[in-house]
């Protein structure tokens, strides 16, 4: 029961995280800036991104019940606690102030967030490390889109 209970507290900031991220771009995905930036050839269309990260932040979510159910240490904590800033933060500084350096910084550092607790927390949860997964790949190819831009705009 206590799982479950995670699950949800979990699925509310995840899913709080992406609407405050919304928020946070304005419009940012439908302005003229990011219309005019020279973006690369496996850009997925822009319904991909919505449903990406709500699979993510559902996966992310069940991760975060099983670690959180497993080991709810000061490191957990923290760990979660800067993804979650990171996450939020990218959406405002690459699309709100049009900082293409600064995001792929930030993106960069959360991948390593992400990658940190797959790694770190592989024999706690052992196949249940997979939950984290998706978002690690994503953020590969976020990272990938970001440094595109950077690089040709």
Avoid: E
Avoid at 45 to 62: K, Y
Avoid at 98 to 124: E, N, P, S, W
Wanted: glycine share 6%.
């Amino acid at each position: 029961m206590k799982k479950v209970k995670y699950f949800l507290v979990f699925l509310i900031i995840n899913f709080g995280a992406l609407a405050l991220g919304v928020w946070l771009m304005q419009n940012g995905p439908q302005s003229p800036w990011y219309f005019n930036l020279n973006k690369a050839p496996w850009t997925p269309p822009g319904w991909v991104f919505g449903a990406a990260w709500s699979f993510i932040m559902f996966c992310f979510s069940i991760y975060m019940a099983f670690l959180w159910n497993s080991d709810s240490s000061k490191k957990v904590k923290s760990l979660f606690t800067v993804q979650f800033l990171l996450n939020v933060g990218w959406n405002y500084v690459f699309f709100n102030r049009h900082l293409v350096g600064l995001g792929l910084v930030v993106i960069l550092l959360l991948t390593a967030i992400i990658c940190i607790f797959q790694y770190d927390y592989r024999k706690i949860l052992g196949l249940k490390s997979l939950f984290i997964t998706p978002y690690m790949l994503w953020l590969f190819i976020a990272n990938s889109l970001n440094l595109y831009i950077w690089l040709y705009n």
